[in-house]
């Protein structure tokens, strides 16, 4: 799992980790206990059960805030790895679970009318980071990745002792002879 899901990579230190774990604690979202025989304190997440939440709201929400906002499919995929979500119309109604809560945890930023590609995000986000719909849309876009510098001199490496292999056995660019009648 490690080896592919690594979106977004992080990287945090061990007083960021402790920091955010006390203030989860304060907030009765976790709890931290020592195991038998253990000298490390544990910490499990209490969240999902003092918010109220289903297994499945646990898992779009949970994607949601690993991943941000994200379209209706990708949520799907991406948090039927944790919850039972079928199809669409499953996932459609546990986000209007979520979206229509006394607090709600997620927010549709697409336009109303739009049907496909709908995307949606959490509503935990610190007022100044709150994404808005353009923003959203643009992170969901697959981006073109530029080769490094060393990975293209390498292609061109590779090309050229091709090209010379082409060369000296008498074959074109379509692999057909050079000297086919």
Do not use: C
């Amino acid at each position: 799992n490690q080896k592919s899901a690594r979106d977004p990579e992080t990287s945090y230190t061990e007083v960021e980790v402790l920091e955010t774990l006390q203030g989860l604690k304060r907030r009765s979202f976790a709890t931290e206990f020592f195991g038998a025989g253990s000298r490390v304190s544990k910490w499990e997440e209490a969240f999902v059960a003092v918010v109220g939440l289903s297994n499945e709201q646990a898992g779009v929400l949970a994607e949601l805030l690993l991943r941000g906002p994200q379209t209706e499919g990708e949520l799907r995929a991406r948090a039927s790895r944790m919850a039972q979500i079928p199809d669409l119309a499953t996932l459609h109604s546990v986000l209007e679970e979520l979206n229509t809560r006394e607090e709600p945890l997620a927010t549709r930023l697409s336009d109303p009318n739009r049907s496909r590609g709908v995307v949606w995000a959490h509503t935990l986000y610190p007022e100044d980071e709150a994404p808005t719909a353009e923003e959203a849309s643009l992170s969901t876009r697959t981006t073109v990745r530029t080769a490094s510098p060393a990975i293209e001199e390498r292609l061109a490496t590779l090309e050229a002792r091709v090209k010379a292999l082409e060369d000296q056995l008498g074959v074109g660019e379509s692999g057909e002879s050079e000297h086919a009648s």
